[in-house]
């Protein structure tokens, strides 16, 4: 069973750059897919994001497309979320989990707040 926690999180201007970063503890870290998902205030939880097991596979909802970029260290047990051009509709707690394909499986963490102003 996979624990994930993450950071990373902040207070950024549009146009500005979060890295996030998920530190995966339990089960065996490296044969699991892993992604990030985030819900904003009044909104259900979204997929944002999911990398496949040695990173060769990624995919992104649509608005993420050409600002996002998931990445993971099987060495260190931690999945990273580098996010740049953020727009004030990418305000949200943001989580990670394992996958399987988009779809969450799993525990969550107590994510991380991305707060982007206008």
């Known amino acids: 069973q996979v624990q994930p926690v993450e950071s990373g999180g902040g207070l950024v201007q549009a146009g500005g750059s979060l890295r996030l970063s998920c530190a995966a503890s339990?089960?065996?870290?490296?044969?699991?897919?892993m992604g990030w998902f985030r819900q904003a205030p009044g909104k259900e939880r979204e997929f944002v994001a999911a990398i496949g097991r040695s990173g060769g596979y990624t995919r992104y909802v649509d608005s993420a497309v050409g600002r996002f970029s998931i990445s993971r260290d099987n060495a260190n047990n931690t999945v990273y979320l580098q996010m740049s051009s953020l727009k004030p509709e990418d305000t949200a707690v943001y989580y990670c989990a394992r996958v399987i394909g988009t779809a969450p499986f799993g525990s969550w963490g107590q994510g991380t707040q991305v707060t982007v102003s206008a």
């Open positions: 339990g089960g065996t870290f490296s044969t699991y897919s």
